[in-house]
């Protein structure tokens, strides 16, 4: 292939993709626990909100990297990894992540920038948000899977990348054996037990 990248290249572009799904894996963990935070006054959502736009923004990324198309020379996509074998969906990954593919743009216009053409996207629904985290599960399942073929193809990693890929690799497993909560179905503590960070401090 043209610009064919070198091995030192493709072994960063896994630590990087390692770093991405990480911080998706991190992003789901905390949706999964919005039910322990106080929201803030006057509004419907607080501190987990971070976590819901995280997580908008790693699903788009991670499905540009696996299945492109590549927009700018920049780009790096998971065809561009030579060395690690292309990976496959069953049908049922397939079904989900069906659900957000066509929403990317609508994931460009209402988080990734300030756009005009936000004015006229809906707000996500819930079931818009659970389909989201649904389809970050498959997509850490798939990075998951992605980066082992590359272990197994000889791509040795370094300390930092090793201790990313035991976390993924940790959380992964977390999630993919914990059921996802659905909003407003889990009880909440009472609010003088919710986290609060604008209130909590240490002496």
């Given at each position: ?5 070198t091995?030192?290249?493709?072994l ?11 911080i998706?894996?991190s992003a ?21 909100q ?9 699903v788009?990324?991670l ?6 198309p ?7 996509l ?9 990976d ?12 957000v593919?066509?929403?990317r ?6 988080t990734?920038?300030l ?32 980066v ?14 090793q ?26 503590p ?8 604008e ?5």
């Amino acid at each position: 292939m043209a610009n064919a990248k070198t091995p030192a290249e493709q072994l960063a572009a896994l630590g990087d993709l390692l770093y991405e799904a990480l911080i998706l894996a991190s992003a789901v963990l905390l949706r999964n626990k919005q039910h322990l935070f106080a929201m803030f006054p006057g509004l419907q959502w607080g501190t987990p909100q971070i976590a819901l736009d995280v997580m908008r923004l790693k699903v788009r990324l991670l499905l540009d990297f696996f299945e492109g198309p590549k927009k700018r020379l920049r780009d790096v996509l998971a065809a561009e990894l030579t060395l690690i074998p292309p990976d496959t969906l069953s049908s049922a990954e397939d079904a989900t992540l069906n659900k957000v593919r066509f929403k990317r743009q609508t994931i460009n216009r209402g988080t990734a920038h300030l756009s005009w053409d936000r004015l006229g996207t809906p707000v996500p629904t819930t079931q818009d948000r659970h389909e989201m985290a649904e389809a970050a599960l498959v997509l850490l399942a798939r990075t998951v899977r992605f980066v082992e073929s590359g272990v197994r193809a000889g791509f040795a990693l370094g300390a930092e990348e090793q201790a990313r890929w035991d976390n993924l690799q940790r959380l992964n497993h977390l999630l993919q054996t914990t059921p996802l909560n659905y909003e407003g179905t889990v009880k909440r503590p009472p609010p003088d037990q919710r986290i609060d960070l604008e209130t909590l401090n240490y002496p």
